[in-house]
């Protein structure tokens, strides 16, 4: 018999409480809830230790998976990023400012810019991504690299329909 958790604890409540609804979706959803929460505190404290915020951390690792010369162009960014075009132009500015990135004219259309990543915002992001993957892995310990990659599966699976939409925002 595997250990139980809190969410056995809640589910076993509702069902005492309301024995007509059916509360299976708790065992998975509840879960998920509680660990995107471990995650998120994994994840804060991975950027604060470079200094960046989470946003940040979207941006400049959507510029550094572009490869060199690590540049995208502000719609690239939306898409990635799933912000509006508002909120990109304020990250930018936020950015640029702290000297993470830069603006560049675009050199195939004189009308467009470019954002590209500065040698400081490299840095920051790969420190950030290797303080993210200790904890990460650090989350995951409980679980063989067979089981994680069943995980990944079914959250796939699970997930592929809201991508799909995410895309139509």
């Known amino acids: ?7 056995d604890r809640i589910v076993a409540a509702w069902r005492r409480e309301r024995p007509e609804l059916d509360v299976e979706p708790l065992q998975v959803l509840s ?13 804060k404290q ?8 989470s946003w940040e951390f979207d ?4 510029l550094r998976r572009a490869g060199k010369p690590y540049e995208l162009s502000p719609k690239a960014l939306l898409q990635q990023t799933l912000v509006s075009s508002g909120t990109m132009t304020n990250r930018i500015d936020r950015l640029t400012t702290r000297e993470l990135v830069e603006r560049r004219t675009d050199p195939n ?16 992001v790969d420190r950030a991504m290797d303080a993210l993957m200790v904890n990460e892995e650090a ?4 679980l063989s690299r067979a089981d994680q ?6 959250l796939r699976t ?10 139509e925002l």
Do not use: C, N, P, Y
């Not at 018999?1 to 969410?7: F, I, K, L, N």
């Not at 989350?139 to 409980?142: E, G």
């Not at 990659?149 to 079914?154: D, R, S, V, W």
């Open 1 to 7: 018999m595997t250990a139980r958790d809190e969410v």
């Open 31 to 43: 879960r998920v809830s509680r660990l995107a929460r471990h995650l998120d505190l994994a994840r």
């Open 46 to 53: 991975a950027f604060a230790a470079s200094d960046l915020e």
């Open 59 to 62: 941006v400049l690792s959507a």
């Open 109 to 124: 259309d004189g009308r467009s810019i470019r954002v590209r990543m500065t040698v400081e915002g490299r840095v920051r």
């Open 139 to 142: 989350l995951l310990q409980r």
């Open 149 to 154: 990659e069943k995980l990944a599966g079914l």
């Open 158 to 167: 699970l997930s592929t329909d809201f991508d799909d939409e995410a895309g």
